[in-house]
């Protein structure tokens, strides 16, 4: 069965600091991974997703992620945080190869993300 | 190209009804998934629709049930509702045949709240 885990619930930040967001992940063969953030009272938007070649990958909003195999993680980050960046934050996962119940995303619990004026 | 839109935005209801929540993908998709979102358990999977076959079901009584409709627009009925089954639901569609490498694209969801 494939899984994400976010270990941090809040991640607290100032702002103009470079942020972290954590994610490992745990598939069968070769994940295509995913990050989205919600913001109060909308859906989840799609920031950027790993499907295979270069470890750094780039996204919307200035954000990237950094996918590395042996650690089976896929941290998002930012150079220098904005207050608007702060929202709730979802890393995602499926399979290569997937069928049944391994098609659908599965996703982590989630992690806040606040930025300090 | 418009989003995925979700209607209603709000709901109340009160427990014992049923209630049903639309979806319409983002045009020339025709993959739709359901998600119920609640403080306690995040996201959690409810159902998969492509070209109006349910792929992929998540694990969810019976009293939730979904369909697809040829133009790829999506319906979730939740029969004799329960306090529990207050959460926001959301919808996401996809390109091709859903799976993959294809990212979802969600709406901002239903608020369900029940009485």
């Known amino acids: 069965a494939q899984s994400v885990a976010q270990p941090e619930d809040q991640v607290n930040v100032a702002e103009g600091n470079p942020l972290t967001v954590k994610c490992t992940y745990s598939v069968s063969g070769n994940p295509y991974l995913f990050w989205y953030v919600q913001y109060p009272n909308r859906g989840l938007q799609f920031l950027l997703k790993y499907i295979t070649g270069d470890n750094l990958v780039k996204g919307s909003y200035g954000f990237e992620a950094e996918f590395n195999k042996s650690q089976t993680s896929f941290h998002l980050k930012k150079p220098s945080a904005l207050v608007s960046d702060s929202a709730l934050y979802f890393c995602?996962?499926?399979?290569?190869?997937?069928?049944?119940?391994?098609?659908?995303?599965?996703f982590g619990s989630g992690t806040q993300l606040t930025v300090l004026p | 190209k418009a989003g995925v839109t979700q209607t209603p935005r709000y709901l109340i209801k009160t427990r014992g009804q049923q209630v049903t929540l639309s979806c319409s993908p983002i045009s020339g998709h025709r993959s739709v998934s359901w998600y119920q979102q609640t403080p306690g358990q995040g996201l959690q999977f409810l159902f998969e629709?492509?070209?109006?076959?349910?792929?992929n079901k998540g694990n969810f009584p019976g009293r939730f049930s979904g369909r697809q409709f040829s133009n790829s627009r999506s319906e979730m009925n939740v029969s004799t509702l329960e306090l529990g089954d207050s959460a926001l639901y959301l919808c996401?569609?996809?390109?091709?045949?859903?799976?993959?490498?294809?990212?979802?694209?969600f709406g901002d969801g239903t608020r369900l709240s029940i009485l």
């Open positions: 995602a996962v499926r399979g290569e190869i997937s069928s049944g119940s391994a098609r659908q995303l599965t």
């Open positions: 629709y492509f070209s109006e076959t349910q792929r």
């Open positions: 996401a569609s996809s390109q091709g045949t859903g799976g993959g490498n294809q990212p979802q694209h």
